[in-house]
């Protein structure tokens, strides 16, 4: 494409004036000719666009040190190289600038990758070193006197021939005419993709089109455009003062360079036909902008739109409106008064996103973590897969909750990822001062923990998660609800996943990708609560006065942090692998369903296994016996055989000191009381204390998931034969399998005949759960009850279950634990052991239960559990035998059941 279309008015005016000294040069020039010939070189480059491999002390003054420190992902790199292995590199720029091509020009020649040797617009010649350009602008100012026309840079250049010599050109796609410095548009665009299809013609690889972009703010813009845009240009493509003043503050820190995803043009022209014609130049302007757009989003997102206006738009939606009148005339409310109302919920739901707030919370937070944790290992070949994804869809991140950090810290790590801040879902227990506004203003938006009797709260949530999805904005919640207490997965919770699933079967998204992801701590800040809970205490409400109990916690380290990332899910192939959305009510709920227990199952997955998973599990194996340092050691070892068959992903230090990593666990555990280490005429040995069982049950639950399949199949095999999908059912809110239970498979570049078996006394780690779930179907049994509350009954199961402790009957006091026996009931629900009472929530809200009509499910789970623990349980032979403790059932030996 010719460049002097485009060149200034003014530069063509010198020009004009340049020409009246074009007689006196030619004589001097035939009159001095061996003086010219001598500084004439007919071979030497006269394009002053192409790349630089030298720059003068000017340019090193103004842009050195400032381009070291601009964000850069090396995986960009990659896909670049890769592209150059499939055919010539053509490097697309949205906007020109000077500041963008000198960037790329400085990561080329820092990374040793080949320079570009043409653009369409940006001259270098003032970058180059003196005893360079002289030479140069003579030549030209010799060739503009004797030709009569100045050697633009284009006319000295032939695109095909450099691409035919593995030499990238670069264009400008957005570029200024005349003085009026108004954009071309589709006119240069049309242009230039016409003139790369004729190039293409002449090449047997295609062309692969490589955007390049220059973020100069990694903050979104605002949806309204402010006095400031309107002058200065907007924060995209910024004018002159803007540009510089952008870069000056933010090249630091929030200035961010892509290289975009390899764009095949053959591929894209063949999708319009593959002729050179306009049409097929303009869909490549389309898909290319589209590239551009898609690269911009996944580091800023949507533009970001005030509070008020958001809301506005959610409440003047047609569909809004019709659904806010049919529960008004059901109500027989004004629909004024439901409009209120509904509104009043959304501004106790939404978000309030301040980037002001959000870089002093990044400050404060790096400040945290730094005292607070030894480091963070994030899993950035997950987090790369992530960044595809996000360039096509709105993503929801699904963690899972082990603490308070869990929030702060994934949208930590995407700010500094350069990717957009997640609006993340939080209980409105968290909606507390000074908390609460710091949060709003970070991205977090507030829901209650159980739905109101209200039938616009509901319809206000489902608006505003499905209007955020709609918009593009990343979203993060909890699939547990709430924190696990108890060191492993907790069921899912189906309601907002229920919303989102719902919401896109409206329409209006294309697709959606759920990211489970797993986070490990090797110690939690709220461990201490946690076991409080377990034992049945209520959980303590956040307020205030916890802000002051940080410096407690600053006293200490808590270890690393590790956040992996699970293969992205389409929500569009959940639904319908043919792309069309489910509105059946019942497929829907199927779908979510199976939804929750994919993604359970991913999260589980990608869960890191730590040092005090496997010696807390071998610490706790011999349950109320004494053990050895040798038989800690090579349990610790088994258990860590089995992870790494089963594919589990394991800390740093079982990756790489293994030994070492578990030996520093078990003196930290004898250093902090968890062990008694004790010493005889035999050696050295370890017990542990009853009332810091629960303590060590909490590590090693955080690396069950790793086991636990094995486990399940060893016991059944053991007691149960032929009862593994009974079990696998039985127990399925306590371990999420992503395939039928059963043995190792065998790994790639296992050579041994047969894969590793686990150790014979694995499925003893199970027995403190199951015995757990007995416990609770045993008072279900044994004590009459009417409707009584969820947290009732816990506590009845805990309080008779401490009876049956002191009675020898209970064997594991990490039994007597509010988790296991929660999930217990939840499960016994589902099986119709236990009835839910509906229809009669009770006071607040309350879950009601009752015991079930379905006997021959209790009765046959309860010998199922007797089997699995191998120590069958009578019921007494005459009532009243044991007057003291009327429901207590003896443990009697296997010669006198009957």
């Not at 000198?102 to 010649?125: C, K, T």
Request: positive net charge; glycine residues 6%; proline residues 6%.
């Amino acid at each position: 494409m010719k460049m002097r279309e485009y060149s200034s008015r003014l530069f063509r005016f010198a020009l004009w004036w340049l020409g009246l000294l074009r007689r006196p040069y030619l004589w001097a020039r035939k009159k001095w000719a061996p003086w010219f010939e001598q500084r004439i070189d007919p071979a030497r480059n006269l394009d002053t666009t192409r790349m630089l491999a030298k720059f003068n002390a000017f340019h090193r003054l103004f842009f050195s040190r400032g381009f070291d420190t601009i964000r850069f992902s090396d995986e960009d790199l990659q896909n670049l190289t890769q592209a150059g292995q499939r055919g010539p590199l053509v490097f697309l720029m949205r906007n020109w600038g000077q500041v963008e091509y000198n960037f790329f020009n400085h990561l080329f020649l820092s990374r040793q990758l080949p320079l570009v040797a043409h653009n369409n617009m940006v001259r270098m010649g003032h970058w180059m070193p003196s005893h360079q350009i002289r030479p140069i602008l003579f030549q030209k100012i010799d060739r503009f006197f004797v030709d009569k026309a100045w050697p633009y840079n284009d006319g000295l250049f032939d695109p095909a021939k450099a691409l035919a010599e593995k030499r990238p050109i670069l264009y400008c796609l957005n570029l200024p005419k005349g003085t009026r410095w108004i954009e071309a548009e589709h006119e240069a665009q049309r242009a230039i993709f016409r003139e790369l299809l004729t190039v293409q013609n002449g090449f047997e690889q295609p062309i692969q089109l490589i955007p390049l972009h220059f973020i100069y703010d990694k903050h979104p813009g605002k949806a309204k455009k402010s006095l400031t845009d309107i002058l200065l240009g907007n924060r995209e493509n910024p004018g002159y003062f803007r540009k510089m003043f952008l870069f000056l503050r933010n090249y630091k820190k929030r200035a961010v360079a892509k290289i975009g995803e390899p764009l095949d043009l053959r591929r894209l022209a063949a999708l319009y036909g593959g002729e050179n014609n306009e049409a097929t130049a303009e869909g490549l302007s389309v898909q290319v902008q589209r590239a551009f757009e898609m690269e911009s989003r996944q580091v800023t997102g949507p533009k970001l739109q005030s509070r008020r206006s958001f809301l506005a738009k959610i409440v003047e939606a047609p569909r809004f409106r019709d659904r806010l009148e049919h529960i008004a005339t059901q109500e027989n409310i004004s629909f004024e008064k439901a409009e209120k109302k509904a509104l009043g919920y959304l501004r106790e739901i939404a978000s309030d996103i301040n980037f002001t707030v959000i870089e002093l919370w990044d400050f404060f937070l790096s400040w945290l973590f730094n005292s607070l944790y030894d480091g963070l290992e994030v899993d950035q070949a997950g987090l790369a897969k992530v960044k595809k994804v996000a360039k096509d869809s709105p993503l929801v991140l699904i963690p899972c909750h082990k603490s308070h950090v869990d929030y702060l810290l994934l949208s930590y790590i995407f700010y500094q990822n350069d990717l957009s801040l997640p609006h993340v879902c939080a209980g409105i227990n968290l909606n507390f001062w000074p908390l609460g506004p710091i949060f709003r203003k970070s991205g977090g938006y507030f829901i209650r923990r159980s739905l109101p009797g209200d039938a616009l709260y509901p319809l206000a949530l489902k608006s505003y998660v499905k209007e955020l999805m709609r918009e593009g904005y990343f979203q993060e919640f909890f699939i547990e609800g709430t924190r696990s207490r108890s060191g492993k997965l907790f069921p899912p919770k189906t309601g907002l996943l229920n919303m989102m699933v719902e919401s896109f079967a409206d329409g209006g998204v294309s697709d959606v990708y759920f990211v489970p992801v797993g986070l490990g701590y090797e110690r939690v800040l709220e461990e201490r609560a946690y076991l409080k809970e377990s034992k049945g205490a209520k959980k303590s409400k956040e307020k205030f006065s916890d802000l002051f109990r940080l410096p407690k916690f600053l006293r200490r380290r808590y270890g690393k942090v590790y956040m992996q990332f699970a293969e992205p899910i389409s929500l569009r192939a959940a639904l319908n692998h043919e792309g069309e959305a489910p509105v059946d009510p019942a497929r829907l709920k199927q779908t979510v369903a199976e939804l929750a227990e994919r993604i359970c199952v991913a999260i589980n997955e990608v869960s890191t296994v730590m040092a005090s998973a496997p010696v807390a599990t071998a610490l706790l194996a011999p349950h109320g016996k004494s053990i050895t340092p040798q038989q800690v050691a090579d349990k610790a070892r088994e258990l860590l055989d089995c992870a790494r068959q089963s594919g589990a992903r394991l800390s740093e230090a079982l990756r790489e000191k293994p030994e070492e990593a578990m030996e520093e666990v078990l003196a930290r555990f004898i250093a902090e009381g968890l062990v008694r280490e004790h010493h005889d005429i035999e050696g050295r040995f370890f017990t542990v204390k009853e009332e810091t069982r629960g303590h060590l049950d909490f590590f090693k639950n955080q690396g069950i998931h790793a086991w636990a399949k094995e486990a399940v199949a060893q016991i059944c095999e053991k007691k149960a034969p032929g009862k593994l999908e009974a079990v696998h059912s039985l127990l399925s809110k306590e371990f999420f399998f992503a395939n039928p239970v059963g043995a190792f498979p065998p790994q790639p570049g296992d050579k041994r005949e047969r894969p590793l078996q686990p150790p014979q006394w694995l499925s003893d780690i199970l027995l403190p759960t199951l015995e757990s779930y007995w416990l609770s179907l045993y008072v279900i049994e044994q004590i009459p009850f009417d409707k009584w509350d969820a947290r009732k009954l816990a506590q009845k199961i805990l309080e008779l279950g401490e009876t049956l402790k002191m009675r020898g009957i209970l064997e594991f006091p990490e039994s007597l634990s509010s988790f296991p026996i929660q999930n217990a009931i939840a499960r016994f629900v589902e099986m119709g052991i236990l009835r839910n009472h509906q229809e009669d929530m009770g006071p607040a809200g309350k879950k009601l239960f009752s015991p079930g009509p379905d006997l021959e499910a209790r009765e046959g789970t309860l010998r199922l559990l007797e089997d699995l623990l191998g120590k069958p349980r009578s019921r007494p032979r005459e009532k009243g035998e044991f007057s003291a403790f009327p429901n207590v059932i003896p443990l009697l030996p296997k010669s006198e059941k009957g």
